[in-house]
């Protein structure tokens, strides 16, 4: 079994500011780990992955997330906030090789940009 | 190529009728698979397919749900007697496993259905 958890529906942050989304899973086998990216009435665009070597995963856009799996964590950060960054972002995980019919998505953060 | 295509963008139902969705993937991929996404969640599996064949199907694939992808290349996705519940977008990706891990999915921008 494996499960998601993305803490803040909602996160607000200045243009310029540091973006932080939290998530943390739960999961039996190592995980794959996976953050999406999506825009209003669009589909999910892959941000960044971490499969299995170094924890520090750099993705598209200037994001990047760390794996902790003492905190089984994996938040997406961001140093400086710009307004394209306002979108949903989901929180994804699955079992090693599992396929992507064993992958499963968080309930997301919505994130707003403020000038 | 330009990625995943589905079609319509939006589709607006009286509850009772039928609906069909297509997704085209990108060409070289031989997993496809269907998501629905409520409002506030995040996507869950439906179904998916290894070039022609139907590989596993979820517990959300009601009796009313049915996926086709013949030639293993176009798949559709159909919805009989719609239900206001079946009010969703639904999400097709694709993906082309090497050595056998799945590790990144392509996704459509995804069909928007209303039922009402």
């Known amino acids: 079994a494996q499960s998601v958890t993305q803490l803040g529906s909602h996160v607000s942050v200045s243009e310029g500011a540091l973006v932080l989304l939290r998530c943390n899973y739960s999961?039996?086998?190592?995980?794959?780990l996976f953050w999406y990216v999506q825009y209003p009435n669009q589909g999910l665009q892959l941000l960044l992955k971490y499969t299995t070597g170094a924890t520090l995963v750099k993705g598209i856009n200037g994001f990047e997330a760390e794996f902790k799996k003492s905190e089984t964590s994996f938040h997406l950060t961001k140093p400086s906030a710009h307004m394209s960054d306002a979108a949903e972002y989901f929180c994804a995980v699955s079992g090693h090789a599992g396929g992507y019919q064993k992958v499963t998505f968080g309930t997301g953060t919505k994130l707003q940009v403020i000038p | 190529d330009t990625g995943v295509s589905q079609n319509p963008r939006h589709k607006i139902t009286k509850r009772g009728q039928n609906v069909t969705f297509r997704c085209d993937p990108i060409?070289?991929?031989?997993?496809l698979y269907w998501y629905r996404q409520t409002l506030g969640q995040g996507p869950e599996f439906l179904t998916y397919f290894q070039n022609e064949a139907q590989l596993e199907k979820s517990r959300l694939l009601s009796d009313r749900f049915s996926a086709e992808r013949p030639k293993g290349s176009f798949s559709t996705l159909e919805i009989q007697r719609t239900e206001q519940g079946d009010s969703a977008m639904y999400l097709c990706?694709?993906?082309?496993?090497?050595?056998?891990?799945?590790?990144?999915?392509?996704f459509g921008q995804g069909t928007r259905l209303t039922v009402v």
């Open positions: 060409s070289e991929h031989n997993r």
């Open positions: 999961s039996s086998v190592p995980p794959y």
């Open positions: 990706a694709s993906s082309f496993p090497e050595t056998g891990e799945d590790t990144e999915a392509f």
